[in-house]
């Protein structure tokens, strides 16, 4: 009997301690998404709490026509991400251009792309930035 009762407490107390402080702590969720700033101010990369990382990367096609002539290189696209995390479809630019081909599909590749949002004290704002696009050809 006197096992029982000891086993019970045993157990009582085992359910009852707090987790030892020698345990990493959790990761802390960085993510906004969902907690949208009340203000629609334009914030610049440098001046956010945490940066728009791509979430989902389109397929990006490399245009037929500049394969065929050789053309590579980077064209690097301004946008502003929403929000919601999407490039807000008319301030999709390039400011580094390549060749029209290229310039086309990056413009495709960032408007199609999904960002986690850019937070400043946690929430989800809008911000400005530049988006290097890669076409490079096998072999070069």
Partial sequence: MRWIVCAIIGAFLACQTRPSSDLPPAPATKSCAGFASPDS???E???VDVKPAIR???L???PQEARA???QGRVVVSAIIGFDGKAEPS??????RVDPDLDREAIRYVRA???SPACVAGRAVRVHVSIPVEFRL???
């Fill in 69 to 71: 002539r050789g053309v």
């Fill in 45 to 47: 990369e440098l001046r």
């Fill in 56 to 58: 989902v990367s389109p």
């Fill in 91 to 96: 301030s999709v630019q390039v400011v580094h």
């Fill in 138 to 140: 096998g072999g070069r």
């Fill in 41 to 43: 101010t334009v914030y």
């Fill in 113 to 115: 792309a999904a960002f």
């Fill in 60 to 62: 990006l096609v490399y």
